[in-house]
């Protein structure tokens, strides 16, 4: 497909893609994938912490996220499983992403019903909470889906910048917009008001129908028109099958959570680092987790309650078709390439706030820059992005957009002289965000050039999966490399780790090229 995202348009053609529908459509999608992400992190905390909620209770709340990370596990069933009645009216695509945009709505109102304040109901809240990041992942899996598989690979790069407006005007709407109307209605720490938080939650279900207006807007994909090869039973047995899983994954977790964070005390006082501990035993309490999910689903496909086919080509399959496609080293290259892009500016991100904080700027002076200036500029450099894409083509863009991520990490170095100076702050927080921009849609259209058609939900799944374990990974050590080095290395450390990833598109480009020929 490479050939086909590289193709080269004028700067007009390039500039009236901005305004097909389809790129407007994406507008909608985007927005309500957006919204939830934040009603579940920073608006959930500041309602818990205003009700009275301990601060260790508060953060296992962000646990009800882990299906962003994780929904390559059920993705094949948005792929493969057929909703009744709704899939013969609407189709596959759509009515998966009605069905998710509903839970949304109900899992947002069911947080609304519930006081925090209330011990016996925090559990209902934890419900809610947890429905909600399930049903966010799972509408972030369907409009993927939908995008790839309905917008012509030259326009993906121009309809990637128009969801991720989208998506940011989502995460504004439910961040900064929901801690308004909860002012607005008379809540603060010191007065809590249940009424306050409970209308405002209730106004960000009612925002879900953006989302919804836009998935009865548009067509389902042509390539989605077709009959399914198994039997209803099967298909229960596929979801059975996860459901169960998913339960053994979630109680070992609940089980040994007391003995973690023992283990993780020992540790600390035998490694003498409390974020090395930690890692090395979340991480061993996951992989075992993983063991436990995978045994206990081979356990019931033995038991012949889900079919063996069935598992292998939802899980199987998409991994298999994926190397067939692009061969063992092309294919390998491009994994490598996916996992490493983004690690530059992750592993800087991370830290950006703290630093800002340290060369004195007020938290009044980091969110007009970062959080407002910060948001308008990748929303252009999303738009820029797009039409460069279909300018120059996409590799030609994600090269630039690496090399401009190198480039602009270096600036920072210039806060660190400069200290308190805004003017410098709005420079280097305009270059961060525009390439930001930039990058993100040509990526987001380079993975979606990628993907088999026959395994869209799964192989797009596995890829936004995997573009950022890697460098979330390394980001935690972030704060530590500053405190042992300083600012100044810290900076060129960010940036030199991101000059492989030139040698990694360019290879990649080569490789794609020689087999489209």
């Not at 985007?30 to 209770?57: M, T």
């Not at 972030?140 to 910048?161: G, K, L, P, W």
């Not at 439910?174 to 009424?195: C, D, I, M, P, V």
């Not at 980001?475 to 450390?493: E, H, K, N, Q, W």
Request: charged share 10%; glycine share 6%; aromatic share 12%.
């Amino acid at each position: 497909m490479l050939n086909k995202i590289d193709t080269q348009h004028s700067w007009k053609e390039s500039l009236n893609a901005l305004m097909k529908k389809d790129v407007l459509y994406m507008l909608l999608l985007g927005f309500s994938a957006g919204l939830p992400l934040l009603l579940i992190f920073s608006s959930l905390s500041l309602w818990l912490g205003e009700a009275g909620i301990e601060k260790s209770a508060v953060t296992y709340f962000s646990w009800a996220a882990l299906g962003y990370s994780f929904k390559f596990v059920w993705a094949p069933l948005v792929d493969c499983l057929p909703i009744p009645i709704l899939t013969r009216l609407l189709g596959l695509r759509r009515s998966w992403l009605l069905v998710s945009q509903l839970s949304i709505v109900l899992a947002i109102t069911i947080m609304a019903m519930t006081n925090p304040a209330i011990e016996s109901q925090l559990v209902y809240m934890a419900l809610g909470a947890v429905l909600l990041g399930f049903s966010s992942a799972t509408q972030d899996i369907s409009i993927d889906a939908y995008r790839i598989e309905s917008i012509t690979a030259d326009m993906q790069a121009i309809a990637s910048s128009s969801y991720i407006a989208g998506y940011r005007i989502g995460m504004i709407a439910s961040g900064a917009g929901a801690l308004y109307l909860a002012s607005y209605f008379g809540t603060t720490t010191e007065n809590y008001q249940y009424l306050a938080w409970k209308n405002t939650y209730h106004l960000m279900s009612l925002f879900m129908l953006v989302g919804i207006i836009g998935t009865l807007l548009i067509t389902e994909p042509i390539q989605r028109k077709k009959e399914f090869s198994y039997h209803p039973k099967e298909y229960m047995g596929l979801l059975l099958t996860f459901t169960i899983s998913v339960c053994v994954f979630v109680s070992w977790f609940v089980l040994t959570s007391d003995i973690s964070s023992l283990a993780k005390n020992n540790f600390t006082e035998i490694l003498h680092s409390k974020n090395l501990s930690g890692f090395l035993i979340e991480s061993l309490r996951l992989i075992i987790a993983i063991v436990l999910a995978v045994i206990t689903a081979k356990f019931i496909i033995k038991s012949r309650l889900v079919s063996n086919e069935l598992i292998t080509h939802s899980y199987v399959s998409p991994v298999k078709q994926f190397f067939d496609d692009y061969g063992k080293s092309t294919a390998l290259l491009l994994l490598a390439l996916i996992g490493l892009y983004r690690i530059s500016d992750i592993v800087l991100g991370v830290i950006s706030n703290v630093f800002y904080q340290d060369m004195g700027f007020s938290k009044t002076e980091i969110a007009d820059a970062v959080k407002l200036f910060g948001l308008l500029m990748t929303l252009f450099g999303g738009f820029v992005g797009g039409v460069l894409a279909m300018r120059l083509g996409v590799m030609r863009v994600l090269f630039l957009g690496a090399l401009l991520v190198v480039l602009t990490n270096l600036l920072f170095i210039t806060l660190v002289y400069s200290g308190h100076s805004l003017p410098v702050l709005y420079s280097v927080v305009a270059m961060d965000n525009l390439v930001a921009g930039i990058s993100s849609a040509a990526f987001v259209a380079f993975l979606s050039s990628l993907i088999n058609v026959q395994f869209t939900a799964m192989q797009y799944a596995i890829f936004s999966s995997l573009m950022t374990l890697i460098p979330k990974a390394l980001a935690g050590y972030s704060g530590s490399i500053v405190d042992s080095l300083g600012y100044v290395p810290f900076f060129i450390i960010a940036s030199s780790i991101g000059i492989p990833i030139l040698g990694l598109v360019y290879l990649a480009n080569k490789k794609l090229k020689l087999r489209s020929l």
